[in-house]
């Protein structure tokens, strides 16, 4: 064979390669969103999630897995550029397909044209796994020589740009790996270190199984007393912190009689829920009905289940409502999503709150608010305003709002996807005697139509009662509408997209977890100084050997 036909057959060789392995990390990565709610296996399975047919599952193995590819794909890169260059393929896609369901508030319910809300899906996702990027490009720059330096400088990059996507520009950190874990192995760790840090832990698991699976593959590098002996303390920990979490849990608490709660779920139609001749007094009209019907000693109606501000309502309608919850001798208090305020003082999405003898309202503000949502970044005003969805600029409530105090519970609301910043709702659990006993969820997914938007939202509520051990109770337009007790357990659901209430009870719980502890005091830095410190170390080992090229 002549030499340049050789040379032009190897570089025919080398692309066919590089095009596999950008298809094997675009199949990992959305792999990688597949594990935090697998959508085929709804109605799979025991306890409620099987018998409504409703909820896809997290598969935490999927998720160590296909983050093993990642790994792997770093392990064998040449360069720090390539590893970057690998990582933003991963990131991408695995982005892309967790919250590819935003092109539905956009186009369908926002009236964006096609390609515009696709290209804004994409342009988020890239935006977001540049973090991811940049995070392999320091990792390939300070590698250490061996695989468990690797593995533990592998583990602190991944934690360092989950942390940056939770916080930056507000945060979005939604699909995060951790949250895979609210079942099996791992779901021992957040109650001690969140679910950043438990993600952390699966990263340097998934570093571990892609370098041994390489090593076996080779037939060398391995050995085998060192795999036997890491995989036993392996064992070993995690039977000695299955065995903490579990008796922290059951370990006794405050008596206390449970609760019944009525969680109402409207199935207002998102297309008609604002408008004046359907959806508005559909939702007056049940929800209304419902209220007054009640016999629990809790009802929770989802967010904005009254969608007009209470100036905008029919006369007396509130005070109807209010009627059968302020008896001084009633025995049933009520939590309502509505928004509150007016043009001069600004507006907030609220929660009221009524209960016997109360002279006042109790009311909650929403303090996270959504982008492009609920507040119009700077410079974006032009992109909103090509959308047929009733945006606006709220106000932000305050961090830390009181609970509210009713039938022994201390019950503390939060508003849609604010249950995705644990180190927010954190700042309520200072204190044992006034910590929230109960958390409270007032959402509305309906903006994404029937997607697994709902089932990512279960696993980020579930993610929270593990970290807390306190019970959370769903009140949803659409789904997931369900009472999730303090081991993360869903234990009572409503079939998704039906117009129902939900009976249930719950039992709050007292006892502060070590993760309540210490990211109220200091919220994610920790975390934060931990993998920076992994960092130096590296950075410092890796001054007294060559630099690899760009």
Known sequence: MPLSSSSAFSQDGRRMGRFAHGVLLLVAGAAQALSLAWPWARGQGDGPLSLIGGYGRPLWWLQILSLAVLARALQTAQRPAQAAGRAMLFATAWLVATFWWLFISMHVYGGLPAPLAVAAVLALAAFLGSYYAVAAWGWQRLRPAGAAGGALLFSAVWLLAELARGWLWTGFPWGAGGYAHVEGPLSVLPRWIGVYGTGAVAAWLAYGLAYGLAALLDRQGLRPVRLVATAAALVLAWGGLWWLRDAAINAPS??????????????????????????????????????????????????????????????????????????????????????????????????????????????????????????????????????????????????????????????????????????????????????????????????????????????????????????????????????????GVVTQALVPYERAVLQASVQGREALTPFARWVHAAGLVPLCLAALAVLAVAWIRRRKRPVQGL
């Open 254 to 487: 405050a008596e206390r009689p449970a609760l019944s709660v009525a969680l109402l779920q409207g199935n207002i139609p998102q297309d008609e829920k604002f408008e004046a001749g359907s959806g508005i007094p559909l939702a007056l009209g049940w929800y209304g009905r419902e209220l007054r019907a009640a016999t629990a000693q809790l009802v929770v109606a989802p967010e904005t289940a009254v969608p007009l501000l209470p100036q905008q309502l029919p006369e007396e309608y509130l005070d109807l409502l209010r009627e059968p919850y302020l008896k001084k001798d009633g025995r049933q208090a009520a939590l309502l999503g509505i928004p509150l305020g007016s043009e001069e003082a600004g507006y907030t999405n609220s929660v009221v709150g009524w209960q016997p003898g109360q002279i006042q309202d109790y009311q909650y503000d929403k303090h996270h608010l959504v982008p492009f949502g609920e507040f119009i970044p700077p410079l974006f005003r032009w992109f909103t305003q090509m959308m047929n969805i009733p945006l606006g600029d709220f106000n932000r409530g305050a961090l830390g709002q009181p609970s509210m105090a009713w039938a022994g519970e201390r019950l503390s609301p939060n508003i849609c996807y604010e249950d995705l910043f644990g180190e927010e709702l954190g700042a309520h659990f200072g204190n044992a005697a006034t910590a929230p006993t109960v958390l409270v969820n007032f959402s509305n997914i309906g903006w994404f139509g029937d997607s697994v938007a709902i089932d990512q939202h279960l696993a980020i509520s579930r993610m929270r009662a593990l970290e807390f051990e306190r019970p959370m109770l769903r009140a949803t337009n659409t789904g997931a509408t369900v009472a999730i007790d303090h081991r």
